[in-house]
Each structure stands twice: as C-alpha cells, then as structure tokens.
C-alpha cells in the first residue's frame, strides 16, 4: 500500500532562511510524488512534480524538491523564505492508475 | 484560478438534513475527486470518478454519496448530516487518473448546526 509521512506538522523559520519541509513515502513500485500548497481560504496549488524524468525537481515561487529513492524521500525546500511563503503544504503519492494519498500538511510560518 | 469550479461557497444546515454540492471539472479533465478537509481529520480522500464511472474509494462514509454525470460535472451528496460533518469539501480533476496532477477548487464550506 502506498502512504505518506510528513515529518513537522508546523515549521518556523525566519524570513531569508532555508525553508526545508519533509517527505517520506513508501510504494512498492515507483511512485509519482507532488507537492502542493494551500493559502489560507483557499483550494490546493500544485507547486511540483516528480514523474521518473530528473530527480531534482523544480516548481513555481522558487522552491524544489529532490527525489531520493534510497531514502524514499521527497523532501522540499526553497534557499531563502519570504512573507508570502506562509502556507500550510502537503506532499502526495499516486501510483499509475490509483488514487492520490496525501500527507497531512506541514503548516509553515515565516518569522519576520 | 484553476478551472474546475464549485458551489456553493458556504452552506449553512442544520443536523438531520440533506445537501448537495456541485463541481464542474476543467474543460477537458475525465477525473473527478472529493476531499474532506477539517482541522482534526486533515485532507481526506472520498471518492474519485473516471469518466462517469466510479474509479476509487476512500474514506466516505455511507450517508455520503457522488456521481459524475454524461456532461462530467460531479455532485457529492451528504444526507443525515451531524455536527462532525462541518468541513471544507474541495473538488479536484485531472486528465486521467492517479498520475497526472490535480487541479482543486476553491471548496465548498458546509457548517452544521
């Protein structure tokens, strides 16, 4: 069965430092990874994908994730964090043809 | 704006009632997807449709049920709503099914009283 851990329901950082939110996942067969962000009063965003082509993937608004099969892990992160970052962000694997699973989101907080 | 569109926006009941929502897909999109979304269950999975057909099951409940209709608009319906039933329901679609991205609606805020 395919799952998703978020490590970190709430991480804060300051405004200017790295921003890293974790992924781990488990699949019997390779998955497709997302992520993706949800401001507040509003619907999910895809910020990115990983689909087997490169494992460094990038996304919109600056942030990337890189896929680590030996680890299982889709971990995201932006070098420098801005105001605007805030959001609450869920990762999700789907395996060809199933339903997605998502994480339970990781709220972040940019500390001015 | 992502294209796939849903109504209400609010919709206030009381327990013991009956509702329906409504989800229009983007242009193009075959999947069809409900969510639940509270702050003590998180994004729960419901159910997802395929071109009408219902392709995959998550976490609803039996008084809860959807159907994606010929022109692909989908309608989740909650009947015997109770006080835990409070949530945002979101709307997703993609292409095709499982692999490709999904593309959420603005959601749906049901409050039971």
């Known amino acids: 069965a395919q799952s998703v851990t978020q490590l970190g329901s709430h991480v804060s950082v300051s405004e200017g430092a790295l921003v890293l939110l974790r992924c781990n996942y488990s699949?019997?067969?390779?998955?497709?990874l997302f992520w993706y962000v949800q401001y507040p009063n509003q619907g999910l965003q895809l910020l990115l994908k990983?689909?087997?082509?490169?494992?460094l993937v990038k996304g919109i608004n600056g942030f990337e994730a890189e896929f680590k099969k030996s680890e299982t892990s889709f971990h995201l992160t932006k070098p420098s964090a801005h105001m605007s970052d805030a959001a609450e962000y869920f990762c999700?694997?789907?395996?060809?043809?199933?339903?997605?699973?998502f994480g339970t989101g990781t709220s972040l907080t940019v500390i001015p | 704006d992502s294209g796939v569109t849903q109504t209400p926006k609010h919709l206030i009941t009381a327990t013991g009632q009956r509702v329906t929502l409504r989800c229009s897909p983007r242009s193009g999109d075959l999947s069809v997807y409900w969510y639940q979304q509270s702050l003590d269950q998180g994004l729960q999975f419901l159910i997802q449709?395929?071109?009408?057909?219902?392709?995959a099951k998550g976490n609803i409940l039996e008084r809860f049920s959807a159907q994606q209709f010929p022109d692909l608009h989908s309608e989740l319906n909650l009947s015997s709503l109770e006080l835990g039933d409070s949530a945002l329901y979101f709307c997703a679609s993609s292409v095709n099914p499982g692999y490709d991205e999904q593309f959420f609606g603005p959601g749906t805020r049901l409050t039971v009283l």
């Open positions: 699949s019997s067969v390779p998955p497709y």
């Open positions: 990983y689909t087997s082509a490169a494992t």
């Open positions: 449709y395929y071109n009408g057909e219902e392709r």
């Open positions: 999700a694997v789907s395996v060809a043809g199933n339903q997605f699973y």
